[in-house]
T-cell receptor, first 113, second 115 residues
Framework: GQQVMQIPQYQHVQEGEDFTTYCNSS?????IQWYKQRPGGHPVFLIQ?????EVKKQKRLTFQFGEAKKNSSLHITATQTTDVGTYFC?????????????FGQGTILTVHP | NAGVTQTPKFRVLKTGQSMTLLCAQD?????MYWYRQDPGMGLRLIHY???????AKGEVPDGYNVSRLKKQNFLLGLESAAPSQTSVYFC??????????????FGNGTRLTVT
């Protein structure tokens, strides 16, 4: 079945450093979604990418969708302590898995002040 | 607007006991999902539903059953709890789309411990 892999599993940075997490799917995706989960909280939707090669920005966050629509990345510029949390990518199953959304393992970001 | 509400928030079970987790959403969403979250494993899909009266298996369905008798509710049942089912359970819902392409709205989670 479809697999969504995310790396790295953990990332520790000093405040002000940049951070990137990568997501790879075993199958071509119609879209990819990104979520953030604060410690002790629930995942919250950040953004959805649909088009091949798409790049979207949200303030210090930059999201990219690969040309082949099988990989994606999230880059945070100049991290802040408020960026702490786990970042997940997720992709739809498609085909006979209509409605199914598969999540990557997530990247846990720690920001040291 | 409450969004997605999960009950209970915490529960401790003994091995072999049964329980039902309730998820309710007031956004008139078609799709509903149950995920479990374990350290280092991310969010794994247990079961999901694309409409009232329909359910489908996810990645880790064994040991769980679900029902979607009403559009707004999605129940997750454990018939005979095992320590391996100790986890945080999240319910989520989303509007109908072209198949898993609508953002998910998550509940606050249920922390279940099986001893």
């Amino acid at each position: 079945g479809q697999q969504v892999m995310q790396i790295p599993q953990y990332q520790h940075v000093q405040e002000g450093e940049d951070f990137t997490t990568y997501c790879n799917s075993s199958t071509t995706l119609s879209n990819i979604q990104w979520y953030k989960q604060r410690p002790g909280g629930h995942p919250v939707f950040l953004i959805q990418l649909v088009k091949s090669g798409e790049v979207k920005k949200q303030k210090r966050l930059t999201f990219q969708f690969g040309e082949a629509k099988k990989n994606s990345s999230l880059h945070i510029t100049a991290t802040q302590t408020t960026d702490v949390g786990t970042y997940f990518c997720a992709g739809p199953g498609g085909g006979t898995s209509y409605g199914k959304l598969t999540f990557g393992q997530g990247t846990i970001l720690t920001v040291h002040p | 607007n409450a969004g997605v509400t999960q009950t209970p928030k915490f529960r401790v079970l003994k091995t072999g006991q049964s329980m039902t987790l309730l998820c309710a959403q007031d956004m008139n969403h078609e799709y509903m999902y149950w995920y479990r979250q374990d350290p280092g494993m991310g969010l794994r899909l247990i079961h999901y539903s694309v409409g009232e009266g329909t359910t489908a298996k996810g990645e880790v369905p064994d040991g769980y059953n679900v029902s979607r008798l009403k559009k707004q509710n999605f129940l997750l049942g454990l018939e005979s709890a095992a320590p391996s089912q100790t986890s945080v359970y999240f319910c989520a819902s989303s509007p109908a789309g072209t198949g898993g392409d609508s953002p998910l709205h998550f509940g606050n989670g249920t922390r279940l411990t099986v001893t």
